[in-house]
C-alpha cells in the first residue's frame, strides 16, 4: 500500500472510532474506562428539571433592571475601590481618558470606550493578550482590573443580568462580531 493508502486507511480509522464514541455518547451509554463522561447523570438531570418547572417565570426587562442595579453598584465584584462600573462608563457612555492597568509587569493606558452600542462587537479580540472575549469576559476584565474586584461567575443570574443591561446599551445597532471598541475621544499612548 501507498504513503498516500496508508494515511486515508489511518484517517478512515480515526474518524470511525471517533464518531463510534461519539455515538456511543449520544446514546446515553457514555465512554466509561475511556475517558470521563460528558453527561450529567440521569438524577441530577431530573432534579434539574424539577426545579426548573418551579421556577417563576423572568423577563428580560426584569433582568436588565437587575444589571443597570449592578452597573451602578460600587460593590459589585466585592471591589474595594469603591468604583462602580457607571464611575467610568456615566449612562453608559464614556467619561474619556484613559484608565491605567498594569500587565505582565508593564503600566498602560486603557481608552476608555463608550458601551452604548459596544455588545453588538462580541464576541471579539481584546486586551493585550489577543485572546477572544464575550461581553461576560469584557465585564469581568474591567471588574478585576479597574475596580480590582472578583470576577462573576458567568453561569450564574448576576452575569447575565449584567450582560443583559449592557446589551441593553446596543438597541438598535447592527450585530457585528469582531468590531473595534469605540472611543469617544482618543488617548495618545493608549490602547
Known amino acids: 500500500m501507498s504513503n498516500k493508502g496508508v494515511v486515508i486507511s489511518m484517517a478512515i480509522a480515526v474518524t470511525v472510532a471517533f464518531f463510534g464514541m461519539s455515538l456511543y455518547a449520544v446514546a446515553g451509554e457514555g465512554m466509561k ?14 432534579k434539574m428539571k424539577e426545579m426548573m418547572m418551579k421556577m417563576k417565570p423572568d423577563t428580560l426587562e426584569a433582568a436588565t433592571m437587575r444589571g443597570e442595579k449592578m452597573f451602578n453598584n460600587p460593590k459589585l465584584g466585592k471591589n474595594q475601590t469603591g468604583q462602580s462600573c457607571a464611575t467610568c462608563h456615566s449612562g453608559g457612555g464614556s467619561i474619556g481618558g ?6 505582565k509587569g508593564m503600566k498602560m493606558k486603557v481608552a476608555i470606550p463608550t458601551l452604548k452600542g459596544a455588545a453588538v462587537n462580541f464576541p471579539a479580540i481584546r486586551g493585550p493578550m489577543k485572546r477572544i472575549a464575550d461581553l461576560g469576559d469584557m465585564n469581568n476584565m474591567c471588574i478585576m482590573t479597574f475596580m480590582k474586584g472578583l470576577p462573576i461567575n458567568k453561569n450564574m443570574r448576576p452575569a447575565v443580568d449584567l450582560q443583559a443591561y ?26
Open 98 to 103: 484613559a484608565a491605567e492597568m498594569s500587565w
Open 33 to 46: 474506562g475511556m475517558m470521563m463522561d460528558p453527561y450529567i447523570p440521569k438524577e441530577k438531570v431530573m
Open 166 to 191: 449592557v446589551a441593553s446599551l446596543s438597541k438598535g445597532k447592527r450585530y457585528r462580531p469582531g468590531g473595534m471598541k469605540v472611543v469617544p475621544t482618543p488617548v495618545p499612548g493608549a490602547m
